[in-house]
């Protein structure tokens, strides 16, 4: 319960202060069929940036109103005025177990490397490459490689955005104590229509291999609205 409530007063805190914008995915994946919201925000500054999100998953089938939280942070630091940065990361979380009070944490994972960023100069389109050192809690040492993207396009009206992570991780799918994958991929592409600077909607695409304890590759499509603060 201490938990639910830390993320809660976090959630409320960064909406009211920082965040760039709130997003609501209806999920259609198989054995989904549940309700997403994300708070999501990324801040320049003369140093280098700042970036966060929380998701909170809500109604997912054989549990009750809010069941998954998972919480990301990000800072970069700006090597002088190049392209290059260092990168500093956070991941962690908790979730419920199917029909039942019993919460389970997912793994804190601490992650650093190096960042190579590159806007066009009206910052219509831009990237960003990761390589990282992985320090995953109770598993292993590891490393992840990322991407980052993001597209304006026909005249602001469209927005294709999205990352891509690859890492090293052991999974045991059948509890038996044998690894049944070595390595995990998830990318979670997004295409908005901008119908103003605040409001827009869209759809996100879950493409995984090996992630979240389902095996092997899974697509998971999204309906989803945005407000841009």
């Known amino acids: 319960m201490k938990k639910i409530l830390l993320f809660f007063t976090l959630c409320a805190f960064v909406v009211s202060v920082n965040a760039q914008n709130i997003q609501t995915h209806y999920d259609f994946g198989k054995d989904r069929k549940f309700v997403t919201t994300t708070v999501e925000m990324f801040k320049p500054d003369k140093l280098g940036n700042t970036f966060f999100f929380i998701d909170f998953d809500y109604g997912?089938?054989?549990q009750e109103f809010m069941s998954n939280a998972?919480?990301?942070i990000a800072r970069v630091m700006t090597i002088k005025k190049s392209p290059f940065g260092v990168h500093a990361e956070y991941n962690g979380g908790f979730g419920k177990i199917n029909n039942s009070d019993?919460?389970?944490?997912?793994?804190?994972?601490w992650l650093g490397g190096?960042?190579?960023?590159?806007?066009?100069?009206?910052f219509s389109k831009g990237f960003s490459l990761k390589a990282l050192y992985k320090e995953i809690q109770k598993k292993q040492h590891s490393f992840q490689l990322t991407g980052v993207w993001y597209v304006n396009f026909a005249k602001?009206?469209?927005?294709f955005t999205g990352f891509a992570d690859f890492w090293k991780e052991d999974s045991d799918?059948?509890?038996d104590g044998t690894t049944d994958a070595t390595f995990t991929f998830l990318s979670e592409p997004q295409l908005w229509y901008n119908i103003n600077s605040h409001f827009s909607f869209g759809s996100e695409v879950e493409l995984s291999n090996n992630f979240a304890?389902?095996?092997?590759?899974?697509?998971m499509p999204t309906l989803g609205a945005k407000w841009t603060f």
């Open 213 to 219: 304890g389902m095996e092997g590759f899974n697509v």
């Open 114 to 122: 190096v960042d190579y960023s590159w806007n066009a100069g009206d």
């Open 102 to 109: 019993h919460f389970f944490s997912v793994n804190n994972a």
């Open 173 to 175: 799918f059948n509890f």
């Open 156 to 159: 602001g009206k469209m927005s």
């Open 70 to 72: 998972y919480f990301e």
């Open 60 to 62: 997912i089938p054989g």
